[in-house]
């Protein structure tokens, strides 16, 4: 303390000149931090400008008034889409008492059953696939869209008899969430129920959940359907179904089995020389005149390998009750 007495002025300027120094570590570090921010943020915007400029179209004034002017095109045409969908829509469902959804499933049933009239063509206690119902009453909230899907399933049964189809197999019909209490999902109040994929291959990255609670543009109607009938009147109803300007059908499964054998090459894609009483010579096809030396092929044969014999179809399709969901924004 003597010294520092003694020295008053030398003190005084050690401290000042310490209290300088502090000063300026503490300003140069905290420039030094703020030129790595700022070298920071440069950067950033250098990358941002590069990945603009890289973009097609770049983002300039005209290309933006060009890309409004494409969304404004796609939001029409998306507009007319959904009126196109929703003409499929039944202008209304109104619920009915059980017991007259119950004597209008009675009376389908009956005219599908009409227009079947060989032995077992279709199924022993045939009902529409409304077989739960035979003997009890649906819920009375549930009746306007059951009545939407019975209508739908008479349709379909209606266009596989037109087509030419004479033998239904089976017929089986998901429920619908309005049978049992529950929400459409995607709806609102819907339970919420996560679909996990399979487990990945080790160094393969996971696939996304997909969660059913997503909002659809229309609620789903699973029929499956099986029936045997020749080619021509499969492609028939096929082209039918596909055409239908009052219900929408999704095929999402199709399976067409040839029951027949498909002859190999060689002899067997030759026609057989059956025995006649006209001795062992080839049998013509009336309205045929092979050349001299060549095989008489059989129709049958060419049937089988055609499809012209009787096939065996499944199909598993989703009839579509497209929902009255909000038109998009329009830009102006």
């Known amino acids: ?142 009746t306007g869209v059951l009545s939407y899907q019975l209508g739908a399933l008479e349709y379909l049964l209606t266009q596989l008899a037109e087509s030419g189809v004479k033998k239904v197999e089976n017929l089986y019909r998901e ?19 996560v679909v996990k994929r399979k487990r990945p291959v080790p160094g393969v990255p996971a696939p996304p959940k997909f969660d059913t609670n997503t909002p659809s543009i229309a609620h789903r ?27 929408f059908f999704e095929t999402r499964i199709a399976r067409i089995l040839n029951p027949s054998p498909i002859p190999s090459a060689g002899k067997a894609a030759s026609a057989p020389k059956p025995k006649s009483d006209f001795g062992d010579g080839p049998i013509v096809i009336e309205g045929d005149e092979p050349a001299e030396g060549e095989p008489v092929e059989s129709v049958k044969i060419l049937d089988k390998v055609s499809g012209g014999d009787e096939l065996v179809v499944f199909l598993r399709a989703d009839l579509l009750l497209f929902t009255e969901t909000e038109t998009l924004p329009e830009l102006k």
Request: charge should be neutral; glycine fraction near 6%; charged fraction near 25%.
């Open 1 to 142: 303390m003597t010294w520092f007495k003694e020295n008053k002025f030398l003190a005084g300027l050690i401290a000042i000149t310490v209290l300088l120094a502090a000063l300026i570590i503490f300003f140069g570090l905290k420039a030094g931090s703020s030129l790595e921010e700022v070298q920071a943020q440069v950067a950033a915007d250098e990358a941002s400008v590069k990945k603009a400029k890289s973009l097609n179209p770049f983002p300039n004034p005209d290309n933006a008034k060009a890309k409004e002017e494409s969304l404004k095109l796609v939001i029409v045409k998306a507009n007319e889409a959904r009126e196109m969908l929703l003409a499929f829509r039944p202008e209304k469902m109104e619920n009915i008492p059980g017991k007259d959804f119950s004597a209008n499933l009675t009376s389908t049933v009956d005219r599908v059953k009409s227009l079947y009239t060989l032995e077992k063509a279709i199924p022993s206690g045939f009902n529409l696939g409304f077989e739960t119902y035979s003997g009890s009453l649906p819920r009375e909230e549930a």
């Open 175 to 193: 429920k619908l969430p309005a049978e049992t209490g529950e929400k459409w999902p995607g709806e609102p109040g819907a339970k919420r129920v």
């Open 221 to 247: 109607m699973p029929v499956e359907l099986t029936f045997r009938a020749p080619e021509p009147a499969v492609r028939e109803f096929l082209t039918r179904i596909a055409n239908s300007e009052q219900y």
